[in-house]
């Protein structure tokens, strides 16, 4: 499945939320839940970006690459979907 990055986000959020909801009401929770909810969140966060730059259509960036690298190496393979994630991956 590809999509944008946002569009990533905005599918990963609920389920996330759904995790944190069975954990101990406000009341109830320990530092230790705290922490861990705010690590579930910070993780969807920081993973939804890191996949943005690795696949082509996750940024808008990695598309004006694949424009830029048509004209400016007309000889050069094109860069492919499988071949760009690849590449932007390393």
């Known amino acids: 499945m590809w999509m944008h990055n946002v569009a990533a986000a905005v599918m990963l959020m609920p389920v996330a ?8 009401p406000p009341s109830e929770q ?5 922490k861990f909810s705010r690590a579930v969140v ?3 966060v920081y993973a939804v970006p890191i996949g943005g730059i690795s696949t082509l259509t996750g940024t808008g960036v990695n598309l004006i690459l694949v424009g830029m690298w048509k004209s400016l190496a007309p000889g ?6 499988s071949k760009g994630s690849l590449f932007l991956f390393e």
């Open 30 to 34: 320990s530092e230790l839940v705290n």
């Open 17 to 24: 939320t759904g995790l944190l909801q069975r954990l101990p």
């Open 42 to 44: 910070l993780t969807v």
């Open 76 to 81: 050069a393979k094109p860069i492919r979907y």
